[in-house]
T-cell receptor, first 112, second 113 residues
């Protein structure tokens, strides 16, 4: 059974640029959630995708957007990057309606 | 965004000691989860709790879902060096987790040999 994978591992961007992060869900999981983890903090919920539609959203502006594909993999897009967007971005997958979410290793984004 | 209150913030203990940490919230949750995160990695699910008052074990780990639905604790017995890391509590609600999980700031566990 393959776990959650994310790419890239690390990324450096400059303010104002756009970035796309990718996630492959664990085998058998059809729900994907994205979290932002700032240094020294717990993960903060960005949004969740289920059946290729946004199923729920946290307190993040519209420049954070996403997609889910028929194979349940997902993308997180962030436009107009700001310095405060520097963080570890975590993807988590879960089976159907379960609250048990399984995390990938994350993508470390640095915005200069 | 909202975060749960986790305590203690950090713990320095001797190998072999028992560890206890807890998590409180001003809101009710219908699911409590405990995760462990090692440096450079994503959180790993340790225990999930679904019922108020529930006590669940996973090896040397024991966690309880508080009867008020606003708190949970995690105990680790006979700590070993690989227990070092950051432990996060998380609360979840609506079916499917559409509101996402709400996390605490974590408890840093440091074990002195």
């Amino acid at each position: 059974e393959t776990g959650v994978t994310q790419s890239p591992t690390h990324l450096i961007k400059t303010r104002g640029q756009q970035v796309t992060l990718r996630c492959s869900s664990q085998s058998g999981h059809n729900t994907v959630s994205w979290y932002q983890q700032a240094l020294g903090q717990g993960p903060q919920f960005i949004f969740q995708y289920y059946r290729e539609e946004e199923n729920g959203r946290g307190n993040f502006p519209p420049r954070f957007s996403g997609l889910q594909f028929p194979n349940y993999s997902s993308e997180l897009n962030v436009n107009a990057l700001e310095l405060d967007d520097s963080a570890l971005y975590l993807c988590a997958s879960s089976p159907g309606t379960s609250n048990e979410q399984f995390f990938g290793p994350g993508t470390r984004l640095t915005v200069l | 965004g909202q975060q749960l209150n986790q305590s203690p913030q950090s713990m320095f203990i001797q190998e072999g000691e028992d560890v206890s940490m807890n998590c409180t919230s001003s809101s009710i949750f219908n699911t409590w989860l405990w995760y462990k995160q090692d440096p450079g990695e994503g959180p790993v699910l340790l225990i999930a709790l679904y019922k108020a008052g529930e006590l669940t074990s996973n090896g040397r780990l024991t966690a309880q879902f508080g009867i008020t639905r606003k708190d949970s604790f995690l105990n680790i017995s006979a700590s070993i060096p690989s227990d070092v890391g950051i432990y996060f509590c998380a609360g979840g609600n609506s079916g499917g987790g559409a509101d996402g999980l709400t996390f605490g700031k974590g408890t840093h566990l440091i074990i002195q040999p």
